[in-house]
């Protein structure tokens, strides 16, 4: 899956706690760093988060953002369907913010639980820490924290949002966690909240799906979210995941601007649900015996209590799936914004796997690419 960006406006130096995506990855990382072209490829490829992964959109530009499906796993080719050109409305990225949870569990934490080590992780990973939700806090507050920050970065009050768009796949609350963001944000307009559920490409549908109703529908400020808490999913005793997921949210505004400046220059986007098979966390039944209920060969009423699995994942198959049709989907996105390999200058990698890039870095040289270390695989 991808989605191709162009950002407007002087880059800003930010935090760098405020990064959610990598710490370098910030306005002040990229102004200290030569960008020829002003392009940037961001590459989601694995098979278990919704990607919010634009923590530093705002700069001047072009962002292209690919996000292999997990379903797509036994996909292999590429839509060259090109994406049509709107002319008149467009939307562009205008602020951004991030949220951690305060608990911070490192490779060596791990290696107390499971058979594994830093060096181990780290190598075949990158990863050497992640955030993991504690105490009191909750997925919906990290959303609200992120949401704040992008309000105050593109200096828009709650009341001026139209509608909220949470990307995640393990809301605070199966009915939905976007109305209780729009709820504690204050928006006295009561805009539309609805939450999308697509695991890893949420966060690129959740871009999609705001430019269109920026376009369609003459909205001016969408707040996308894109937020997670897998570790309530993970086998703590499984190190094939559990080292793998972390906890955090992140969150855009996207709004609406003249034709000249639209920034979404085209996405390439595909499922297929054969791919399940390697990746999920399927809802099951309770197995323990509901005395209120007597079969007598007739349908078990009434049903059994359900819950979700933890994840279950064949890397060996995920990986398989990234390399080869994440290039796939790289190169239909560029295609489609009318640019070639040469005119992108950083390339903000997924974490699932550091040997990844090697085979997905469209011939760009290793200092330009962008990773993350401290927050495992996140939103």
């Given at each position: ?23 370098k990855f910030q306005f002040g ?209 499984d190190r094939g995941t559990c ?9 855009v505004l996207v709004q609406a ?123």
């Amino acid at each position: 899956m991808a989605v191709v960006l162009q950002g407007f406006g002087a880059a800003t130096a930010l935090s760098s706690s405020d990064s959610l995506t990598s710490r370098k990855f910030q306005f002040g990382y990229l102004k200290s760093r030569p960008v020829r072209n002003g392009r940037i490829l961001i590459v989601r490829s694995d098979l278990g988060f919704s990607e919010g992964s634009i923590q530093r959109a705002r700069c001047a530009g072009k962002l292209i953002i690919t996000n292999a499906v997990a379903a797509n796993a036994d996909s292999s080719t590429s839509s060259t369907a090109s994406t049509p050109r709107l002319v008149g409305k467009g939307c562009k990225l205008v602020g951004c913010g991030s949220a951690l949870p305060k608990l911070l569990v490192s490779n060596d934490d791990l290696a107390q639980i499971v058979e594994t080590s830093d060096e181990w992780i780290s190598v075949r990973t990158g990863i050497r820490n992640r955030r993991i939700l504690s105490g009191n806090e909750t997925l919906t507050g990290l959303a609200i924290e992120a949401s704040r920050k992008a309000l105050q970065m593109a200096q828009v009050e709650a009341d001026d949002v139209d509608l909220i768009v949470m990307c995640t796949s393990t809301p605070d609350d199966i009915f939905g966690s976007a109305p209780q963001v729009q709820r504690e944000l204050g928006c006295k307009k009561v805009p539309l909240a609805f939450d999308i559920r697509a695991a890893c490409s949420g966060f690129v549908l959740g871009l999609t799906t705001a430019a269109s109703y920026i376009r369609a529908y003459g909205y001016q400020n969408v707040l996308v979210i894109g937020a997670d808490a897998l570790s309530r999913c993970v086998d703590w005793t499984d190190r094939g995941t559990c080292i793998l997921f972390g906890d955090a949210a992140g969150a855009v505004l996207v709004q609406a601007s003249d034709g000249d400046e639209n920034a979404l220059l085209g996405y390439d986007m595909h499922s297929d649900g054969g791919g399940q098979r390697h990746l999920n966390a399927i809802l099951k039944e309770d197995q323990t015996e509901n005395v209120l209920s007597s079969t007598n060969g007739s349908a078990l009423f009434p049903p059994r209590p359900s819950s979700y699995s933890c994840i279950q994942m064949n890397g060996k198959e995920v990986f398989r799936f990234a390399v080869r049709c994440v290039p796939q989907s790289v190169e239909a996105s560029l295609e489609k914004a009318g640019l070639t390999s040469s005119d992108i200058d950083w390339l903000l990698l997924h974490q699932i796997h550091k040997t990844e890039p090697k085979k997905n870095n469209a011939g760009k040289p290793a200092d330009h690419r962008c990773r993350c270390n401290s927050f495992a695989d996140l939103t």
